[in-house]
């Protein structure tokens, strides 16, 4: 769950406390390299340090760049209120000369050099399974994915759907508040969940998963409001698959012909994959939502690097006096799955703000 770390990001004030508390550490250490305890402390600090200044660069650029349905339009024109750039529009751009670089929140890699080389991910949260969406069958093929045998992910789809659905009604294969009263687990509030890791509270989630396939699953779905659009220009492979009901062939053809034209509805899907879809409970689109998830981890050269920074960025409504909130998690440990490198590639450069450029202050 995430540490309710909120507010405007200070990168200053980060930093400077960081900075702090290494000179600290490097003080204390005898120097001889052999106090691990140390060197983890120092490894932890370095990736905090350079992962909070990455944060800062990335929410100014939130801040100050327009949106489109893949991301951030670095340099670009804002769009209308349709979110759509017209050819008139897009012709004057390119003959103005006028450079754009896209970022995009499909959870690729980039990479930006933040005092040690960092590798990001910027996802948005509309790209996911959303687990208050009530779509049993997307959870379900998502469970399936994830080494879940098909009939405990039913029931686990199930459970969740029970668990959200504001009723206590049961549904085939689900589990409602006497079910939880038989098994001594505290009862459903059946309400939305606030954050993913809720779903540790529903029946039979806990102890199905090993501790590799909560982490996956952890990055793979999110708590959203329950009719919030899927966006078909942010999803990851097994994202599409799942909500969609796809094979890996099909979500390849969406990715592939996403990076010429953004999709919109599942008209789009029809046509490219030929097949007839009538799509899930969760209803589908292709803009982002107001959540953009962030994730960093120092680049080693290909060598595994044993943690992992997140933060979640969340756009308050239009005219609001606070536009972003930051909510930091604790550091993480293990496998991250960091970026489908065989989609996307590795490293492509994280897009600098051409405001900071024209200052010179990069």
């Given at each position: ?288 939502a107001r959540q953009i998830r962030f994730r960093a981890r120092i680049d080693r050269g ?50 600098i703000s051409p405001a900071l450029l024209a200052a010179r202050?990069?």
């Amino acid at each position: 769950m995430m540490a309710h770390e909120q507010g405007f990001v200070l990168p200053s004030l980060a930093l400077a406390t960081a900075l702090l508390s290494l000179s600290i550490i490097v003080a204390a250490d005898s120097g001889d390299g052999r106090n691990g305890a140390l060197r983890d402390l120092r490894e932890r600090l370095a990736l905090e340090i350079a992962a909070t200044t990455a944060e800062a660069r990335l929410a100014h650029l939130l801040l100050t760049e327009p949106l489109d349905q893949r991301g951030l339009r670095v340099g670009g024109d804002r769009l209308g209120p349709s979110g759509v750039l017209t050819p008139m529009e897009r012709g004057m751009r390119a003959a103005a000369g006028r450079i754009v670089h896209p970022l995009l929140f499909d959870g690729r890699a980039y990479h930006i050099d933040a005092g040690p080389m960092l590798q990001v991910e910027v996802q948005d949260e509309a790209g996911l399974v959303n687990l208050n969406s009530g779509d049993e069958g997307a959870v379900s093929r998502l469970l399936t994915r994830f080494g879940v045998a098909e009939t405990k992910a039913r029931h686990m789809a199930a459970a969740l759907a029970d668990y959200t659905d504001g009723d206590d009604l049961r549904r085939l294969n689900g589990v409602e508040r006497m079910g939880y009263r038989r098994a001594g687990l505290p009862i459903p509030q059946d309400a939305p969940l606030e954050e993913r890791s809720g779903v540790e509270a529903v029946a039979g989630w806990r102890d199905a998963l090993s501790s590799i396939q909560g982490s996956r699953l952890q990055n793979r779905v999110a708590a959203l409001p329950p009719m919030q659009r899927f966006n078909l220009n942010s999803a990851p492979s097994d994202a599409l698959q799942a909500t969609l009901g796809l094979d890996a062939r099909d979500a390849g053809l969406i990715l592939a012909a996403r990076e010429k034209v953004a999709m919109q509805s599942l008209a789009d899907v029809a046509r490219l994959t030929g097949l007839s879809l009538a799509g899930g409970i969760a209803p589908i689109g292709g803009l982002p939502a107001r959540q953009i998830r962030f994730r960093a981890r120092i680049d080693r050269g290909g060598k595994t690097d044993p943690y992992h920074y997140e933060a979640r960025l969340t756009f308050a409504e239009e005219g609001r006096d606070r536009p972003l909130i930051v909510e930091v998690a604790p550091l993480r440990r293990g496998p991250a799955e960091y970026a489908e490198r065989s989609q996307h590639g590795v490293g492509s450069p994280f897009p600098i703000s051409p405001a900071l450029l024209a200052a010179r202050k990069w």
